[in-house]
C-alpha cells in the first residue's frame, strides 16, 4: 500500500505519533509505525484520513484485513475498534501497562490484536 508523504504525516500527527489500536508511541517502538487500513482496500477501504490509522507493527500485523472477531464472553461476532468511529476510552482502559476492555468491542479487539501479550507489556 503507497501512502503519499503529505498524507502520513497528517495520520502521525492526528494520532500524536501513537499506534491508534494499544497507545504505543512511536518513540518507544522498535519499528516506524505503519499507516493501517482500518477497513481493508480488499473490503472497499479507501487510502484516505478516516479509512486510515497509525498502528504499531504488532498492532498492524495481528489486525491483518479482520473488521470483526467472535467475542469470548458473547461468543457473538462483534466489530473490532475503529479509530475514526469509535472513542478509545469507552472500549479500554489503562491499569498501569495492561490495557483492560470495557466492552465487546474492546475483548475483541485487545485479543485479536494480543495486546496485553507479556513481552508487548
Known amino acids: 500500500m503507497y501512502v503519499l508523504d503529505k498524507l ?6 492526528l494520532a500524536r505519533q501513537r499506534c491508534e489500536y494499544c497507545l504505543l508511541d512511536e518513540r518507544y517502538a522498535g519499528k516506524p509505525h505503519e499507516p493501517d487500513h482500518i477497513c ?3 473490503h472497499g ?31 457473538e461476532i462483534v466489530p473490532l475498534f475503529h479509530p475514526r468511529q469509535h472513542t478509545w476510552s469507552e472500549h479500554f482502559q489503562l491499569n498501569r501497562a495492561v490495557i483492560e476492555p470495557l466492552t465487546s468491542t474492546g475483548r ?14
Open 8 to 13: 502520513r504525516r497528517e495520520l502521525r500527527a
Open 40 to 42: 481493508a482496500e480488499k
Open 45 to 75: 477501504g479507501e487510502t484516505s484520513l478516516n479509512i486510515l490509522c497509525l498502528s504499531c507493527f504488532d498492532c498492524n500485523s495481528r489486525k491483518g484485513s479482520d473488521l470483526c472477531s467472535v467475542d469470548p464472553q458473547t461468543v
Open 108 to 121: 475483541v479487539t485487545s485479543r485479536l490484536l494480543d495486546i496485553n501479550n507479556p513481552e508487548r507489556v
